[in-house]
């Protein structure tokens, strides 16, 4: 029901800064958890953030708190990441997701039945 757009990736120097965002579609944005997730090369799909319907809850992998930080504008229908300090190994193709339940971005096993994914965009960080 919800459709996604991610933009906002490049190239970046270690150290440096992005912030990815993600517009949705529609007029239900606001009834929906998001998440990002990404996928570097040669590895499996990694949670990285996710923001509940409110924006009051927040939830990080361990490797991205401190430096990467999830929000949402539900009148713009647009969920960001803002990612500070990044490192070579922040390299990968980042996604945004959304769902009617927030348990179902942060449970690994429970992927597979997500609402809706965005085609990505790729963030690269140089050394």
């Known amino acids: 029901q919800v459709q996604l757009v991610e933009t906002g990736g490049g190239l970046v120097q270690a150290g440096g800064s992005l912030r990815l965002s993600c517009a949705a579609s529609?007029?239900?944005?606001?009834?929906?958890?998001m998440g990002w997730f990404r996928q570097a090369p040669g590895k499996e799909r990694e949670f990285v953030a996710a923001v509940d319907w409110s924006g009051g809850s927040t939830y990080y992998a361990d490797s991205v708190k401190g430096r990467f930080t999830i929000s949402r504008n539900n009148a713009k229908n647009t969920v960001y990441l803002q990612m500070n300090s990044l490192k070579p190994e922040d390299t990968a193709v980042y996604y945004c997701?959304?769902?009617?339940?927030?348990?179902?971005?942060?449970?690994?096993?429970?992927?597979?039945?997500?609402?809706?994914w965005g085609q990505g965009t790729l963030v690269t960080v140089s050394s």
């Open positions: 997701a959304a769902d009617r339940r927030l348990h179902t971005i942060v449970e690994r096993t429970a992927w597979g039945h997500l609402d809706a």
């Open positions: 529609g007029r239900t944005f606001s009834s929906y958890a």
